[in-house]
């Protein structure tokens, strides 16, 4: 299996790149702080999907699109935390897209889970 031909890889990729625009606007104070956490989180969703497919077995596939799942609702939080910091207003795109990776990534699990 390809990662760079999974939608969810796909979009996540897609991801990592809204966020990190998102993140130029925030205070530099925060560079080396929510700024690296929402990037690393964001960052790890489509690593841990390409570590995945690169694994042996379906079983350690599914611990790591776990583990994408888990740095996606962790951007998720990160985000509305700079929401209610105020460092930035609520962006409809990111929303979106953070919805579209969360339903690409269970439907993935729930694929291998099926096909396992």
Known sequence: MDHKELDVWKKSMDLVEVVY???????????????SQMQRAAVSIPSNIAEGTARKSN????????????????????????????????????????TNV?????GFRNYIKDKS
């Open 59 to 98: 079983k350690e596939l599914l611990q790591f699109i776990s583990i994408a799942m888990g740095s996606a609702a962790e951007l998720e939080t990160q985000y509305l935390i700079a929401i209610r910091l105020k460092y930035i207003a609520e962006d409809i795109e990111i929303v979106t897209i953070i």
């Open 21 to 35: 625009t998102l993140t130029a606007k925030f205070p530099k104070e925060e560079r080396y702080g929510l700024v």
């Open 102 to 106: 969360k339903k690409l990534l269970l």
